[in-house]
């Protein structure tokens, strides 16, 4: 029987962005808003209080990163550009507001009445997961889910109505996820946002769980496994007909670099998307890593890229060069991209951030879907008979 209801909480690594205007990732809000209207099972969106409260301190953080561009900015034009600390703030906060209500999040605070802190303390010292073993990291993941067994344990009965699911990236919370639930039938662990997506289409085809999660193991390997030809990966030559389909899509490259070099390609575990009688119908994506860089023209004097009077500069950068005696080079004072996506990281590192900022070193990846069926067998479960239907592009994703 199809659930009434699917209550999703999602986990800091889930929905992070480098974004600073943006409370949720591009991959969440993709799939928020291609679930819109779904009737059954009902959707409800829930950030727990501690991931809420994280990203806001993540975007503010952020902004105060592109309030010292700008500081720089004003030094470089020589007027007041009238943005303070305080405006900042207003305005994340303001941003948070708007998202909250246009994703339709509950944000859910943690009754912290209703918490076994000997146990958190318990799973801390004897690290333990969330807790990792090497360093301090745990205690918010460890918030994280105690706010999800609430939503859990006020989820209403019975288990075929209503559910329950955490997504997360992180596998020390996904796993001590996975064994607070042991025995809960409503609740389950998503370890990214494909698995979710197929979850929902499993419950909106009706097509018996328990089959789908028998089926997916198998279906990884059956359409991709690293140097195995007989995978239906290598039969049905995917990569050669991405290389050949979409050249101009794997040879993008974002605004202010010149050359590319795709580094690795990398393939998800296949979410499932319809059924009928006894063929399945998977998608698997193919993530092609890359690097995009820009080249570094010395020359003596000062190289201006996009600073000029009177504006701003949008996706360039600049930086200050200087003639020594000896008739060498030397950079001064890079300057920073103020509005762009090309931003370096907001600590000062002299070698991380002179590639970035001055070769315009920053990695992407061009994403691709690839719809497959094949046919289900029961003794021994297993697929047989598959072929790829349709390989579709995307997007490409600069960080």
């Not at 039938?185 to 998503?190: E, I, K």
């Not at 994506?285 to 600073?307: C, H, P, Y």
């Not at 931003?343 to 920053?362: C, K, M």
Request: proline share 6%; charged share 25%.
């Amino acid at each position: 029987m199809r659930p009434r209801e699917l209550r999703v909480v999602f986990d800091t690594s889930a929905v992070f962005s480098k974004a600073p205007t943006e409370l949720l990732s591009h991959d969440v809000v993709t799939v928020i808003s291609g679930l819109v209207g779904q009737e059954e099972p009902a959707l409800r969106w829930y950030l727990p209080e501690t991931v809420y409260l994280e990203r806001r301190y993540q975007m503010l953080a952020k902004a105060a990163s592109v309030l010292s561009h700008l500081d720089t900015a004003r030094k470089i034009l020589d007027r007041d550009l009238s943005v303070t600390k305080g405006d900042m703030e207003k305005g994340i906060e303001r941003l948070l507001r708007e998202q909250v209500e246009k994703y339709k999040l509950n944000v859910s605070p943690l009754n912290f009445g209703n918490v076994n802190w000997k146990a958190i303390a318990d799973s801390a010292t004897k690290r333990l997961p969330p807790f990792e073993k090497d360093n301090e990291k745990g205690f918010r993941d460890a918030l994280v889910l105690e706010t999800f067994m609430q939503v859990v344990g006020e989820t209403p009965a019975p288990a075929s109505k209503y559910r329950v699911g955490l997504v997360t990236k992180d596998g020390l919370l996904s796993d001590a996820a996975q064994k607070r639930i042991e025995g809960v039938s409503s609740a389950r662990v998503f370890v990214s946002l494909d698995d979710l997506k197929g979850y929902v289409a499993t419950l909106t085809k009706e097509v018996p769980e328990e089959l789908i999660d028998a089926l997916k193991p198998v279906a990884n390997t059956f359409f991709y496994i690293e140097d195995d030809s007989s995978c239906l990966f290598a039969q049905e030559n995917v990569k050669k007909r991405i290389k050949e389909e979409y050249a101009d899509k794997l040879a993008e490259i974002p605004t202010g670099a010149d050359k590319r070099e795709n580094i690795a390609w990398r393939i998800d575990p296949p979410r499932f998307v319809d059924s009928l009688e006894k063929t399945i119908t998977w998608a698997s994506r193919v993530i092609v890593e890359a690097v995009a860089t820009r080249s570094l023209q010395m020359t003596t004097g000062v190289i201006n890229l996009g600073f000029g009077p009177g504006s701003l500069p949008s996706t360039q950068w600049g930086t200050t060069i200087t003639s020594l005696p000896s008739g060498t080079t030397q950079v001064v004072e890079p300057v920073f991209p103020i509005y762009s996506g090309i931003v370096p990281s907001t600590s000062w590192e002299p070698s991380s951030a002179w590639q970035n900022a001055i070769l315009g070193r920053f990695s992407g990846r061009s994403i691709f879907e690839v719809l497959w069926s094949a046919v289900s067998t029961e003794s021994p479960v297993g697929l047989k008979d598959g072929k790829v239907l349709q390989i579709r592009f995307v997007e490409t994703v600069w960080d």
